[in-house]
């Protein structure tokens, strides 16, 4: 498995295996930021002949994570190009739309995890749909909102 590194990241092997695992057609990711979450699960679509598609929406707030097209090079570095469409939109701005699996992190909290849900609820029911998501317990609420995450 051959994926990007980064110490914040030390689950994306699991990221990887889940998209291996439910082979999911259209992906839908919000904070990709600098493209590690992106680009591991674009690496498990081509490294498994899976037939799927990632677009990735973020704000790309360039003081934290860099920009957009920064964020795109990397994912031209790593061959996978074809398999992501990196999108300039606000997770509140979103008309949702279908997919198989969605990865969501844009510095969530729980009020984020649950306005989350209450727009994709029918799709997990109704479809099946699979959502991973990064932070939304009361202690990483609390570790952000004191400042010590940004």
Do not use: C
């Not at 030390?10 to 990887?16: C, E, R």
């Not at 949702?96 to 969605?102: A, I, K, S, T, V």
């Amino acid at each position: 498995m051959n994926i990007p590194s980064h110490g914040k990241y030390k689950w994306l092997p699991k990221l990887y295996n889940a998209i291996t695992a439910l082979k999911p057609s259209k992906i839908i990711e919000f904070g990709p930021a600098g493209g590690q979450t992106t680009i591991t699960m674009a690496m498990a679509l081509k490294d498994n002949n899976i037939d799927g598609f990632i677009k990735s929406y973020d704000i790309w707030n360039d003081r934290y994570w860099g920009s957009q097209y920064n964020t795109q090079n990397q994912i031209d570095a790593w061959g996978v190009r074809d398999y992501v469409q990196l999108n300039n939109l606000d997770f509140y701005d979103w008309e949702p739309e279908p997919f198989n699996f969605m990865y969501f992190d844009i510095n969530n909290d729980g009020d984020k995890i649950m306005k989350l849900y209450d727009i994709v609820k029918e799709q997990i029911d109704m479809a099946g749909s699979v959502v991973y998501f990064e932070g939304g317990s009361k202690e990483r609420d609390r570790y952000v909102k004191d400042g010590h995450k940004k």
